[in-house]
């Protein structure tokens, strides 16, 4: 995605060989006007697909997950919870999802309630690079009886097996903008 | 806002004299075009206030910090992040906020960056209760030097003192919904 691929290479910051900076526009400050944009890209990539709700993890998935869900008339977006959540009581499904950010591993949780069998799951969070979160929502999906439609990752760490994974494993992972590479501080991007 | 009192109404569970569970569609699930109703009317509610940016906590103030931005025509968001990030940095502004949901005591970092001196800044949240994260981020947005324009509340416990404390300071609160009280498991919102 244009739009997306301009602002990585204009505001990204590239550090060592593996670290992705994007926080002043995707992950802690948000430009919403390019949020906006994500959301009817991930539309564009699955409006096929009959996807019914969109998955996400808490915290930085959200602002996508909710774009996209408007892209897509509206449909609804739950968010798992990391943690020990007091408010989301026990009839859960759980994952265990190893954090690289925080170096620990987090338990995420989605009451049973809102994912209803049968329903057509969209996943959407804002970066791939393990596939830990994606994995851990796939589980989710599974548990609840759901049907994965898909992933949509706003961007993907291409030298980082988590998209390979997924896609041989028959997951259609669409990522908006894909990173092959830091050298020197350059962010190198897959071409289209 | 009539939309969120009925869906309170309809959907809200009230739990003993204090606990108000809207998680089937504002704070877990989220019912989307509910949220994007929300930001409009937190538009309406501070149109000539001359905001300029967007501050929240994660995560469950996200989605209504987006869709508020968009109704102020894509002005940034920038959410402040719990515990220790990695990915923050050290130039950070700080405030400890009890979390009453958690148990806990969190500290809320937003980097320094993202909150440009004299900006003027609207804080969002998803619920007022005691007023912990509000305080908090106001804190935050008077150590950036940045100017408080307000704070927007999906869901304000009346019968707590956030709200009150913080219009007694001169802080302009609007809120969407305000629950007076939970009597016998009904949920008491107050009349307009």
């Keep these: 995605m244009q ?7 204009r505001d990204g910051v590239g550090i060592g060989t593996e670290i992705v900076k994007v926080d002043s526009f995707l992950n802690h400050r948000i430009d919403v006007a390019l949020s906006t944009e ?11 697909d009959g996807v019914e709700l969109i998955l996400t993890v808490e915290a930085s998935g959200i602002a996508a997950a909710i774009t996209a869900a408007q892209a897509f008339g509206n449909i ?16 859960v499904y ?59 990752i706003c961007v993907e760490k291409g030298f980082q097996p988590g998209g390979k994974n997924l896609r041989e494993s028959g997951v259609k992972v669409v990522s908006l903008a894909i990173v092959d590479a830091i050298e020197d501080g350059k962010i190198i991007l897959r071409e289209d």
């Design 3 to 9: 739009l997306l691929k301009e602002a990585i290479l």
């Design 38 to 48: 994500m959301g009817k890209a991930f539309y564009e990539a699955f409006k096929d």
């Design 76 to 91: 609804p977006v739950v968010f798992a919870k990391k943690g020990d959540h007091r408010n989301v009581g026990n009839d």
């Design 94 to 152: 759980t994952a265990d999802v190893y954090s690289f950010t925080h170096q620990k591993m987090n338990t995420i949780r989605v009451s049973r309630k809102y994912l209803p069998a049968g329903s057509r799951v969209l996943i959407i969070d804002d970066f791939l690079a393990n596939g830990e979160a994606v994995e851990g929502l796939r589980s989710i999906v599974q548990q609840a009886g759901c049907e994965l439609v898909g992933a949509g």
